[in-house]
């Protein structure tokens, strides 16, 4: 009887075992990696949608929960309307504290209505976090570097634009209410969503000298008619109402400012660059990055994500600027911009002065010429991504919604009596089309510039010692020289912070040893040597540029088990032990 007892629980455990094998193979069935992406994460976040401030928020607060060794999570500071600006850094702290490695910053949605710099923002802080886990380059890199992501700096509007009526470049500016049409009051006449679905789209009328007609094979296009021909629509402009009798409509609201021209570098006041407000720093949002920035120097490069337009855009802003960047920088912008290109399919390399507009008091120019951080700014979504053939203007717009969003782009016309026109119609694009990715090419485009985000950041400076030597000099003395090599693109220095002295020289020490002079090596072939005579043990070097090295020379006296440092703000630190 017990042998039949002890039989039946060998039969069941083996059919437990034989089920539990069953069930593993059967999840394992169920997902399969995909290259180049993150396998069941932690933290399941949809990037085919868009966030409101508090989603943002929460998706940041579960990856520091989920991630605690790799991501930290504080507030910086606060919007206009009380609201935390929420920072991610990221890096592996198990090597190190984040400020000891050389830093990337990352924002975006400066401008409430370019919204998907936030996503684009976020999709950077779960893509590293969860990516560590399986990906030696990811390890490497949060091994040597740090990135902060902060991926809204404008969350008071960002809100606004989803929540309250808005068109698809409403509102560009934060919550500040001013007086935008000039008549001595203060948001008298904001937007009227006069149908209720929180779009703010476009009114026509019927009208015997319209020069409109409906097109017969699709309703929602107006076309013009010939010259010799009748119409029989009118376009009287923005869905809305006059509220202030001027004869304009929404035409006061959300203010005009501009926060991208509140930089404190070639600032220029509102009646040179309109869109300034007072005096640089005027608004907390960009007050509390500059101040963050301030006390990182470790970062040494930054993109911020705006859009739209499909550009990868670095600076000068104003041409009287061109002078700030001389040849070795932008031979850097160069190399990492027209990598971009290749990267970002559609996207193009510019200069904001030359190829789009004169930006003054912009946060591109304020990174680079304030602190001589590398920056870019990518204006996302470019036509392209739809069939992948340059845009076709308008008449593109209305295929994407037939072929491609199944008409979910597109307020269809319908009749609203209008308090002051009298019967119109209501209809047009909605506020999250055109300017912003429809859902399905919102991951692929995100991925696309985080990429090349992430190779910014892989060429910050990357510094080792090596080709460490000693020579015999007779008399109790020897002569030690090392090499400090960049592996990276970047120079410790760019020429901006060399011409300004923005950030402290690199520091190499040598410890363990007497030392009875320092140099560094300026010729080795000649022995052209340059002497530092205080505190000779510490040679100060200016620079390290990209991909290259410097030879420092010690003489001493005494010290067989020596080691030497560097320690660079922005290049980091290294050491090598004999």
Same mark, same amino acid.
């Given at each position: 009887?017990?042998?039949?007892? !002890?039989?039946?629980?060998?039969?069941?455990?083996?059919?437990?075992?034989?089920?539990?094998?069953?069930?593993?193979?059967?999840?394992?069935? $169920?997902?399969?990696? %995909?290259?180049?992406?993150?396998?069941?994460?932690?933290?399941?976040?949809?990037?085919?949608?868009?966030?409101?401030?508090?989603?943002?928020?929460?998706?940041?607060?579960?990856?520091?929960?989920?991630?605690?060794?790799?991501?930290?999570?504080?507030?910086?500071?606060?919007?206009?309307?009380?609201?935390?600006?929420? =920072?991610? !850094?990221?890096?592996?702290?198990? !090597?190190?504290?984040?400020?000891?490695?050389?830093?990337?910053?990352?924002?975006?949605?400066?401008?409430?209505?370019?919204?998907?710099?936030?996503?684009?923002?976020?999709?950077?802080?779960?893509?590293?976090?969860?990516?560590?886990?399986?990906?030696?380059?990811?390890?490497?890199?949060?091994?040597?570097?740090?990135?902060?992501?902060?991926?809204?700096?404008?969350?008071?509007?960002?809100?606004?634009?989803?929540?309250?009526?808005? =068109?698809?470049?409403?509102?560009?500016?934060?919550?500040?209410?001013?007086? &935008?049409?000039?008549?001595?009051?203060?948001?008298?006449?904001?937007?009227?969503?006069?149908?209720?679905?929180?779009?703010?789209?476009?009114?026509?009328?019927?009208?015997?000298?319209?020069?409109?007609?409906?097109?017969?094979?699709?309703?929602?296009?107006?076309?013009?008619?010939?010259?010799? $021909?009748?119409?029989?629509?009118?376009?009287?402009?923005?869905?809305?109402?006059?509220?202030?009798?001027?004869?304009?409509?929404?035409?006061?609201?959300?203010?005009?400012?501009?926060?991208?021209?509140?930089?404190?570098?070639?600032?220029?006041?509102?009646?040179?660059?309109?869109?300034?407000?007072?005096?640089?720093?005027?608004?907390?949002?960009?007050?509390?990055?500059?101040?963050?920035?301030?006390?990182?120097?470790?970062?040494?490069?930054?993109?911020?994500?705006?859009?739209?337009?499909?550009?990868?855009?670095?600076?000068?802003?104003?041409?009287?600027?061109?002078?700030?960047?001389?040849?070795?920088?932008?031979?850097?912008?160069?190399?990492?911009?027209?990598?971009?290109?290749?990267?970002?399919?559609?996207?193009?390399?510019?200069?904001?002065?030359?190829?789009?507009?004169?930006?003054?008091?912009?946060?591109?120019?304020?990174?680079?010429?304030?602190?001589?951080?590398?920056?870019?700014?990518?204006?996302?979504?470019?036509?392209?991504?739809?069939?992948?053939?340059?845009?076709?203007?308008?008449?593109?717009?209305?295929?994407?919604?037939?072929?491609?969003?199944?008409?979910?782009?597109?307020?269809?016309?319908?009749?609203?009596?209008?308090?002051?026109?009298?019967?119109?119609?209501?209809?047009?694009?909605?506020?999250?089309?055109?300017?912003?990715?429809?859902?399905?090419?919102?991951?692929?485009?995100?991925?696309?510039?985080?990429?090349?985000?992430?190779?910014? %950041?892989?060429?910050?400076?990357?510094?080792?010692?090596?080709?460490?030597?000693?020579?015999?000099?007779?008399?109790?003395?020897?002569?030690?020289?090392?090499?400090?090599?960049?592996?990276?693109?970047?120079?410790?220095? %760019?020429?901006?912070?060399?011409?300004?002295?923005?950030?402290?020289?690199?520091?190499?020490?040598?410890?363990?040893?007497?030392?009875?002079?320092?140099?560094?090596?300026?010729?080795?072939?000649?022995?052209?040597?340059?002497?530092?005579?205080?505190?000779?043990?510490?040679?100060?070097?200016? &620079?390290?540029?990209?991909?290259?090295?410097? $030879?420092?020379?010690?003489?001493?006296?005494?010290?067989?088990?020596?080691?030497?440092?560097?320690?660079?703000?922005?290049?980091?630190?290294?050491?090598? $032990?004999?």
């Amino acid at each position: 009887m017990k042998k039949m007892k !002890t039989t039946k629980m060998l039969i069941a455990l083996a059919v437990g075992v034989l089920s539990l094998g069953s069930y593993k193979a059967d999840a394992q069935e $169920k997902f399969f990696r %995909a290259v180049g992406t993150p396998h069941n994460p932690k933290v399941d976040i949809a990037f085919n949608r868009y966030y409101t401030y508090e989603g943002l928020v929460d998706n940041m607060k579960k990856i520091a929960a989920a991630h605690p060794n790799l991501a930290k999570l504080e507030s910086i500071g606060k919007s206009y309307e009380g609201r935390d600006m929420w =920072t991610l !850094t990221i890096t592996d702290f198990s !090597t190190g504290k984040d400020t000891d490695k050389p830093g990337m910053w990352i924002d975006g949605n400066i401008h409430s209505n370019e919204i998907q710099g936030g996503e684009f923002s976020l999709y950077g802080a779960w893509y590293l976090t969860e990516m560590f886990a399986d990906n030696e380059f990811i390890q490497q890199l949060l091994k040597d570097k740090v990135f902060y992501i902060t991926p809204t700096i404008n969350p008071d509007a960002r809100n606004d634009f989803f929540l309250e009526p808005n =068109t698809a470049n409403s509102p560009r500016s934060g919550m500040m209410i001013l007086d &935008n049409d000039g008549d001595g009051v203060a948001g008298e006449d904001g937007m009227d969503d006069l149908d209720g679905d929180g779009h703010i789209t476009m009114m026509i009328r019927k009208s015997p000298t319209g020069r409109y007609i409906k097109d017969p094979q699709d309703p929602r296009k107006l076309i013009m008619v010939g010259a010799d $021909k009748m119409g029989e629509y009118e376009m009287l402009g923005q869905e809305g109402t006059d509220g202030d009798g001027d004869g304009r409509v929404n035409d006061d609201g959300v203010g005009y400012y501009d926060p991208n021209r509140d930089w404190g570098w070639n600032w220029q006041p509102d009646y040179i660059q309109r869109g300034a407000l007072k005096y640089p720093f005027t608004l907390p949002e960009n007050r509390s990055i500059m101040e963050f920035v301030m006390k990182h120097p470790n970062i040494a490069g930054a993109q911020s994500f705006h859009n739209s337009g499909g550009m990868i855009l670095r600076g000068p802003g104003a041409e009287e600027d061109v002078s700030t960047y001389n040849r070795n920088d932008i031979r850097i912008y160069d190399a990492l911009g027209q990598k971009g290109e290749e990267m970002i399919p559609g996207y193009r390399y510019l200069t904001v002065y030359k190829d789009l507009y004169s930006v003054f008091g912009g946060e591109l120019d304020w990174f680079y010429g304030v602190r001589g951080v590398f920056t870019f700014s990518n204006e996302l979504m470019v036509p392209y991504l739809y069939f992948h053939k340059q845009g076709g203007g308008q008449n593109e717009m209305f295929e994407v919604d037939e072929f491609l969003t199944m008409g979910d782009a597109f307020v269809m016309w319908k009749e609203f009596e209008h308090p002051q026109f009298g019967t119109v119609e209501i209809g047009g694009f909605k506020k999250t089309f055109g300017r912003a990715h429809p859902g399905f090419l919102l991951e692929q485009d995100a991925h696309r510039n985080v990429a090349f985000t992430i190779y910014h %950041a892989y060429h910050t400076p990357k510094l080792s010692i090596m080709d460490v030597k000693e020579e015999d000099l007779g008399g109790g003395l020897k002569a030690i020289t090392a090499t400090i090599y960049n592996e990276r693109l970047m120079p410790t220095h %760019a020429s901006q912070d060399l011409k300004y002295k923005i950030e402290r020289p690199d520091y190499v020490t040598i410890s363990g040893a007497k030392v009875v002079a320092g140099f560094v090596v300026e010729d080795e072939d000649f022995n052209k040597l340059s002497e530092q005579k205080n505190n000779p043990e510490k040679i100060l070097v200016d &620079n390290v540029p990209g991909m290259t090295g410097v $030879k420092v020379k010690w003489i001493v006296s005494s010290g067989s088990n020596y080691s030497i440092t560097v320690d660079s703000a922005k290049g980091g630190k290294a050491s090598w $032990k004999k």
